[in-house]
């Protein structure tokens, strides 16, 4: 599968169906009062977080740093992409919370994200987006867009309607298992100190033509370090960014990139579902992280890390979040870089 433009920035709508064929159908099908799905959960992202004029709609309070990725033999066993070819590929890399508050505490019981740009030998880009959770919070768009609404503030009391969030609760109750994983495992101590799931199965093809579908997962090979709420209370609210500027100052930052094979039954696509612990795993490279920006800005700022931008040898599942993601970024991305 070729890699897809990253965005088109003048023209986000019009780009939507180049994008991602099935967002045009979802405008096609939508009432002449509603927008496209696209368009509406970003709008929906605005209405939890807000407007921050020039910000990220998703991820808005993250750095940006640099480093490279090598492949391994295993990894070359399963898929012919260029990143696995034991070469040190460049890489860019975003460290944020989740969701669109630019000033949101880093105490905060959030997934934690890291999106990477992987630049390939002949042109060829490989993006990818991270989380700190082995899941998604939804199974479709749909219910992505729901959630959003359920969670938009009244603005009366500027908080949730605690009876429409329950109400969303009970319909969704696959959404409870992020939930549950971020109440009962710790707020990370370092965004260098805990696993990054890509939650959305992928296939990835080998040099015969042969294909086995997978999910990743970025280990930190020191160790994942979680804070438990007495020595959270004993930290700032900034302390994420510090932290890691001052890791990567004395040593590389690694993670190893570790492939958890499919087995039939395995639902290849439904994120908020993980598959067995049980499956096979292989490691297909380590990330290496070298240079932290000093400020928020820095080399990241124009990219959209765009999931569905693949290198030859990995191709999208069919999952509906993963397919969607392109056409929602390139709305949010036109907002963005337009300064609004």
Not at 67 to 85: D, I, K, M, N, P
Not at 214 to 220: G, H, I, Q, S
Not at 227 to 250: H, I, N, T
């Amino acid at each position: 599968m070729k890699h897809r433009p990253a965005l088109c920035v003048p023209c986000a709508v019009a780009c939507m169906a180049l994008l991602h064929p099935a967002a045009s159908a979802a405008q096609t099908d939508s009432p002449a009062d509603t927008p496209p799905l696209p368009q509406a959960l970003v709008d929906g992202f605005e209405g939890v977080f807000g407007v921050h004029p020039g910000q990220r709609r998703g991820g808005a309070k993250g750095l940006c740093a640099e480093g490279w990725f090598t492949g391994t033999a295993e990894g070359r066993a399963l898929s012919v992409a260029s990143a696995f070819s034991g070469e040190r590929i460049p890489v860019l890399a975003r460290f944020s919370l989740s969701g669109g508050n630019p000033k949101a505490p880093d105490k905060a019981k959030t997934p934690r994200n890291l999106a990477l740009q992987m630049a390939l030998p002949g042109g060829e880009s490989w993006r990818l987006g991270n989380i700190s959770a082995p899941v998604h919070s939804a199974a479709t768009p749909e219910d992505m867009l729901a959630g959003f609404q359920a969670r938009r503030p009244d603005p009366q009391t500027g908080k949730p309607d605690p009876a429409r969030v329950k109400a969303h609760a009970d319909a969704h109750p696959e959404a409870r298992a992020q939930a549950d994983w971020l109440a009962s495992h710790g707020v990370p101590a370092s965004f260098a100190a805990v696993n990054y799931w890509g939650v959305h199965a992928f296939r990835f093809v080998d040099s015969k033509g042969q294909s086995r579908y997978a999910r990743w997962v970025f280990e930190p090979v020191g160790g994942q370090e979680l804070l438990d709420d007495e020595r959270l209370k004993a930290l700032p609210d900034e302390f994420l960014a510090d932290d890691l500027r001052k890791r990567v100052a004395g040593k590389p930052v690694e993670f190893d990139m570790r492939l958890q094979l499919a087995e039939p039954g395995d639902t290849l696509v439904n994120p908020t579902q993980a598959w067995p612990e049980g499956r096979r795993t292989v490691t297909a490279g380590r990330l290496a992280i070298d240079k932290v920006e000093a400020g928020s800005g820095g080399r990241c700022e124009p990219v959209v890390f765009d999931p569905m931008v693949l290198p030859k040898g990995i191709e999208a599942s069919d999952d509906p979040v993963l397919r969607m993601r392109s056409a929602a970024y390139a709305v949010s991305a036109s907002r963005r870089l337009a300064g609004k």
